[in-house]
């Protein structure tokens, strides 16, 4: 494996506070907090930094934290962060040391992406005599609940001064030891939208009677699907699905609204600007047509996910240094969202994954599932290419 100096063994120091990662990350799992909730998160995440030492740290908000480690001289600035909210979602697996808050479960690595960070902030605190500029820890809130935690601590002033960025995401459908890296667009922006189909309820028996609110948001939800197969360059990337449909309240009454919800998911900025529009057209002639109204409301969420070229190409050598050629997995786009693309709107960055899943020990759920796991080997890997891409880019 690769080491950074003679006088000191990354991948050694990395082994001592394994151990630490693990138990860290257990105790996350047990004690998940909601987006916006995680004050206690936060106090452990403090006061663990705290018995670290030589770094400067900070409350930016009320559930997050900065550590700042400085060096001796002057030189780059780089950022690492880690998400740390939970889910809504009842955890249903047999762990000792699963979730004891009801209701509220880390189903989506962000207890592994905390540790991992806690662990390199432990390894490089130690070091600090040997960086050259500063290494920023942010231990991010409200990752999974729209406006986030990012662009809040964007606003609080985390990201001045730094010239890069970097930050893991453990994958479940990914198997472990694998790291998957993508350049350039990796992530979708994640917009929703709020739709109410207004008709005119009445006896089911009687039809003619009434104005069939069903029968009028079944067909937004049909003419929907043209925008992306017949509205799109089939070249660009969109998604357009609606995800809620409720309404009525009996077999024998026709409901006089119906509410629908979605998501729609795109790269290309001009194309999502022009999605409400789009959208709107469709939704008003349907319900003109059959002398219904709506209400239409559409919010933008998080940018898309963009990798900076260069700083990709430092993980992708970083990985084939460290874990050799087989483990690197290079990755096509998806359509998923992140407020990770908060940060890489200040300073260039990239947000790679680490493989977490395994299928010979059934590994193999899905993220925000009620199973959701992680093969823990995982965690040594993302601290042990923190440790190297942070030495990289600083240098």
């Not at 400085?70 to 600035?77: F, S, W, Y």
């Not at 609606?242 to 119906?258: D, K, L, M, R």
């Not at 796991?373 to 030495?391: M, N, Q, T, W």
Request: negative net charge; hydrophobic residues 40%.
């Amino acid at each position: 494996m690769a080491v950074n100096n003679p006088t000191f063994n990354l991948d050694h120091l990395a082994n001592e506070v394994k151990s630490d990662v693990i138990a860290w990350r257990r105790h996350l799992h047990q004690h998940p907090e909601l987006s916006f909730q995680e004050e206690k998160t936060a106090q452990y995440v403090y006061e663990t930094l705290v018995s670290f030492g030589n770094m400067e740290i900070s409350r930016p908000t009320k559930t997050s934290v900065l550590a700042r480690l400085i060096g001796p001289n002057e030189g780059r600035v780089l950022a690492i962060r880690a998400d740390m909210d939970a889910l809504p979602i009842q955890e249903e697996t047999s762990y000792e040391f699963a979730s004891a808050n009801p209701g509220v479960m880390h189903a989506c690595g962000h207890d592994g992406h905390t540790a991992m960070l806690l662990g390199t902030a432990k390894v490089l605190s130690g070091l600090k005599e040997e960086i050259k500029g500063e290494v920023r820890f942010i231990f991010q809130h409200a990752e999974e609940l729209f406006p986030g935690g990012a662009q809040e601590l964007v606003e609080a002033g985390v990201m001045d001064g730094v010239d890069n960025v970097i930050g893991i995401h453990l994958l479940s459908h990914l198997e472990v030891g694998k790291v998957g890296v993508a350049y350039g667009p990796m992530m979708a922006s994640p917009d929703t939208f709020h739709i109410t189909v207004k008709g005119k309820g009445g006896h089911a028996a009687y039809p003619h009677q009434t104005v069939d609110s069903i029968a009028i948001a079944a067909q937004v939800v049909t003419n929907l699907q043209h925008i992306v197969s017949r509205n799109t360059d089939p070249i660009d990337n969109l998604v357009v699905s609606v995800t809620q449909f409720a309404g009525g309240t009996a077999h024998n009454i026709i409901p006089g609204s119906v509410e629908l919800c979605g998501t729609v998911r795109s790269f290309d900025p001009s194309l999502r600007q022009s999605m409400p529009g789009k959208m709107e057209r469709i939704i008003k002639g349907i319900t003109d047509a059959h002398d219904a109204s709506y209400e239409f409301r559409y919010e933008f969420g998080y940018r898309q996910v963009i990798n900076d070229h260069e700083v990709t190409k430092v993980i992708e050598e970083t990985v084939r240094e460290v874990y050799g050629e087989d483990a690197l997995q290079l990755m096509r786009p998806t359509m998923g969202g992140e407020d990770f693309s908060a940060y890489q709107q200040v300073s260039p960055g990239v947000f790679f994954n680490v493989g977490a899943g395994n299928v010979e020990e059934g590994i193999t759920y899905p993220h925000h599932h009620s199973h959701f796991a992680i093969d823990e080997r995982a965690l040594d890997i993302g601290v042990k290419l923190f440790l190297h891409a942070s030495f990289k880019i600083l240098k």
